[in-house]
């Protein structure tokens, strides 16, 4: 079996929002072969940028685009083709962009691989611990901690059983800040999970003030206080943190996740398969589960990247929580034929041959912004 033909495909919704949700758009990637497989993939990136990485041409053998590298291999082959991209692409790669458009080749040979046999990913993978992982509902905080506490409010009676907070208003001052957590609490009840993503916004010292005047909210978790490139400082916040400190969203491949691993950085490390692929996140999970921390996933785009995740979150041990991302965007709920959402608090993993997920071409073609091949 040969890789035959790379289509990228730009897909982007109407009165997109200047707010921080990856769900107003979404580049898909298409790797088809000449046995008639198709296998799908998603980056959670700029599209336009990720499209640029995959069309470009051939410059000299260590930078050259996705396209060019991999038409005629064999797309099995999956460990073998990121180790080629990585390596032919390491005068523009290494790390962001580059990295998030061999996530969503992975993600599309892993689901022809799936194709192929007959067999979820989660098998592939190695084999799944769980037949359903919790979900919590992933939404933006509300202006404050009123409009914040009808949001929980509403997840709770949805059937959530936790529910996350993130990014804008937080980190304009304190008391908004820990208003917006009260208000958290307050909607979702004393017996739910209250999730708080505070969007990269404090330095450790700020961070660890937050820490601990939330402490009395009983949060699960304190999401990326602090830049992603902080290492230092996430190391000084966790050994000080009276709550755990989650992070890892933005990290892409293996190489961005060994600082916060190495270092012991996080108690919980974030995985979003739209920017890391199958084959890099296998690694990261053993990583993390050899240094016993807990690990999650990060998901707020597609049902594409959302069925990705959740094969991925099976096989992982310890796996106690999965981000379902409840922002009422079209890309989120009609991307696909079939509906990827938790039922009754739960998501449920998929036994349908790769990915398990069929696009809804209408939709596709509907909200086309760019395409090539």
């Known amino acids: ?49 990720v499209k640029a990485v995959i069309d470009a041409p051939f410059s ?32 523009a ?50 202006k404050n901690g009123q409009e914040t506490s009808q949001i929980g409010q509403r997840w709770r009676e949805a059937g959530y059983r936790a529910v996350k907070f993130g990014w804008e208003p937080m980190g304009q001052n304190e008391d908004l800040d ?9 909607g979702v009840g004393t017996d739910g999970s209250v999730l708080i993503d505070a969007g990269c916004v404090w330095d450790a010292r700020t961070a660890l003030q937050r820490a601990c005047a939330f402490e009395p909210f009983k949060i699960g978790w304190l999401e990326e206080p602090l830049h992603p490139d ?11 943190s009276p709550v755990p400190i989650a992070g ?43 240094i016993g921390a807990r690990l999650c996933n990060h998901c707020y785009t597609s049902p594409v990247t959302v069925a990705a995740s959740i094969h991925w979150l099976s096989t992982c041990r310890d796996a106690f929580l999965f981000e379902d991302c409840v922002e009422d965007s079209p890309l989120r709920h009609e991307l696909t034929q079939e509906r990827v959402q938790a039922v009754d608090g739960w998501m449920p993993v998929p036994e349908r041959p790769g990915l398990g997920v069929t696009l809804n071409e209408d939709f596709v073609q509907h909200h086309l912004i760019a395409e090539s091949r």
């Open 93 to 142: 790669g290494r790390r962001s962009v580059p990295i998030t458009a061999m996530a969503a080749v992975d993600m599309a040979l892993w689901d022809i691989k799936g194709k192929h046999f007959g067999q979820p990913i989660h098998r592939l993978l190695g084999g799944k611990h769980h037949n359903r992982v919790a979900a919590y509902a992933s939404i933006l905080f509300g």
């Open 178 to 186: 820990i208003d917006l957590v009260r208000g958290a609490r307050d």
């Open 230 to 240: 902080d290492y230092e400082g996430y190391r000084w916040l966790r050994d000080r």
């Open 1 to 49: 079996m040969k890789i035959t033909e790379i289509v990228c495909q730009v897909i982007r919704i109407p009165n997109v929002q200047a707010k921080t949700a990856s769900s107003q758009d979404s580049v898909l990637v298409r790797v088809r072969t000449d046995t008639g497989l198709e296998g799908i993939g998603e980056a959670d990136s700029s599209p336009e940028m």
């Open 248 to 290: 890892g969203e933005e990290e892409c491949g293996r190489q961005s996740f060994r600082p916060l691993i190495d270092g012991r950085c996080l108690d919980v490390y974030q995985i979003d398969l739209s920017r890391n692929g199958f084959t890099d996140a296998l690694y990261i999970r053993q990583r993390v589960e050899e």
């Open 60 to 91: 000299h053998n260590i930078a050259s685009g996705l396209r060019h590298i991999l038409i005629g291999e064999n797309p099995l082959e999956t460990d073998r083709l990121w180790q080629t991209m990585y390596r032919k692409t390491l005068y």
